[in-house]
């Protein structure tokens, strides 16, 4: 089956900083999504990516479609504490979706 | 506010004693999921529903039913949980444009079994 590789796992960032992370796949996928989870939470959609090489922000979170269709990032720029959380991307293909690991992200203030 | 609503939000059994928990939606979807999530991991989908149509993961437990008598509501039945079952579970809905495209998660229900 397809597997997601997300990376980091986690950050430490100080507040006001940029955040980069991202998902990448061996095989292609029609969409990706990427969430975000509070603790004790469930998953939140942040972003949707429909086509390859699509660039889409959400405030001050900007994410992309890969070209190839196997990877995607997200950036969060100017963090501020309450940007913490675990942030999972998802890749779509037909009846299939795979999460990955959650990268969890700590904003010092 | 349109939502998915998912009670209790904490649930305690006894191991080998059957639970039930139970999720609603007010937003109309046609796709209903159950997941599981142990902690810091990402969430495994155990089933879905399009309408009345039940789709199970393959990887799915048959310890693990599920019960869509509407629209509205969905249940995921435990029959007999084990230690290993102790974990969140979410569920969450879509509208059927397309499958697991733009989820919309519930809070979850923690689930301890003791």
């Known amino acids: 089956g397809q597997q997601l590789n997300q990376s980091p796992q986690s950050m430490f960032i100080q507040e006001g900083e940029d955040v980069s992370m991202n998902c990448t796949s061996s095989?292609?996928?029609?969409?990706w999504l990427w969430y975000k989870q509070d603790p004790g939470e469930g998953p939140v959609l942040l972003i949707a990516l429909y086509k390859a090489g699509e660039l889409t922000s959400n405030g001050r979170l900007t994410a992309q479609f890969g070209i190839t269709r196997k990877d995607s990032f997200l950036n969060i720029s100017a963090s501020i504490p309450s940007d913490v959380g675990i942030y999972f991307c998802a890749g779509q293909l037909n009846n299939d979706m795979r999460f990955g690991a959650g990268t969890r992200l700590t904003v010092k203030p | 506010d349109a939502m998915v609503i998912q009670n209790p939000r904490y649930q305690v059994t006894q191991f080998g004693k059957p639970v039930t928990l139970s999720c609603s939606q007010t937003?109309?979807?046609?796709?209903m999921y159950w997941y599981q999530q142990k902690s810091s991991q990402a969430p495994k989908l155990l089933f879905h529903?399009?309408?009345?149509?039940?789709?199970n993961e393959a990887d799915t437990p048959d310890n693990f039913q599920s019960r869509r008598p509407n629209t509205s509501f969905c249940f995921l039945d435990i029959r007999s949980p084990g230690l290993g079952d102790a974990a969140m579970y979410l569920c969450a809905t879509s509208t059927g444009r397309g499958l697991f495209l733009e989820q919309y998660f519930g809070p979850g229900t923690r689930l301890t079994v003791t």
């Open positions: 937003l109309n979807h046609n796709v």
């Open positions: 529903y399009y309408d009345k149509d039940f789709n």
């Open positions: 095989s292609i996928f029609n969409t």
